[in-house]
């Protein structure tokens, strides 16, 4: 059996491909840096792993984002901050909650009601709100960003650099679940694993899970979904998230049970 740490398998292969938090030297640094302001590119923090996540407690839950991060976090803390371990605990202390309005509060609400069924059977009662943030991790598909575009969506180019990474990222991460959010997220794990099944939410076509195979022997339920904010003509339209939140937790449910 593989006695290494998830975390330090992940480690290993962020190090391998050279995109650490703290000695990032990506092989196409010059090439997005060319398209930030000058000054302001960034590499962005490692994924986060809870520790019930990688104990495995109740299924694997994985969400993967764009590139919508602000870099606010560069403020607080010193270049080369990011590390695995510094976001395993930056996100227990501080971002047990969040607004319901904001990604990370919606991201986390959605973690809840996914995971609410198996926690009744697993472990017997529910999670508390403060819980969920243990239970679940989360990558982001690009690994750079022009920080002075804050929250919003840097070049292409630089997201079609960057995205390579996150295939053979959640294969360390060993996911039972997956939930893509927002376009840029959802075209990095597009066809990158075998298709076995795929089924769209009744009347939402670009809404839709498939069973992908990860690995020989690891399946996992990828739930394609919108940006949790997403607004506008590609937004969300008015109860559908609540019908979206109650067609992917029966699906994992079926996924989960039927496996
Ligand atoms: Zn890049």
Redesign the pocket.
């Known amino acids: 059996m593989n006695s290494e740490s998830m975390l330090a398998r992940l480690d290993r292969y962020y190090h391998e491909q050279s995109i650490s938090a703290n000695d990032f030297k990506?092989k196409?640094l010059h090439a997005?840096r060319s398209v930030c302001k000058p000054g302001e590119m960034v590499s962005l923090p490692e994924a986060y792993v809870g520790p019930q996540y990688e104990a495995k407690t109740l299924p694997r839950l994985l969400f993967v984002s764009s590139d919508t991060n602000a870099a606010s976090w560069r403020k607080e803390y010193f270049t080369g901050w990011g590390s695995l371990m510094d976001i395993r605990e930056d996100k227990l202390q501080h971002h047990k909650r969040a607004p319901a309005n904001r990604h990370w509060g919606q991201t986390l609400n959605l973690a809840g009601a996914l995971l609410a069924p198996f926690a009744l059977k697993c472990l017997s009662k529910g999670i508390d709100q403060d819980k969920i943030v243990e239970y679940i991790a989360h990558a982001n598909s690009?690994?750079?960003k022009d920080s002075s575009i804050k929250k919003g969506e840097g070049k292409e180019k630089?997201y079609l650099?960057?995205r390579g990474y996150i295939k053979d990222e959640v294969v360390v991460m060993q996911p039972d679940i997956i939930v893509t959010q927002g376009v840029r997220a959802r075209g990095a794990l597009k066809d990158v694993f075998p298709v076995i099944q795929h089924i769209a939410m009744p009347g939402y076509p670009e809404t839709f899970w498939e069973i992908v195979q990860l690995e020989e022997s690891h399946r996992a339920l990828k739930i394609v979904a919108k940006h949790p904010c997403a607004r506008g003509e590609h937004g969300w339209k008015s109860g559908e998230k609540k019908q979206f939140i109650e067609w992917a937790t029966k699906s994992v449910q079926e996924f989960i049970l039927g496996a």
């Open positions: 990506c196409h997005c690009t690994r750079c630089m650099n960057c």
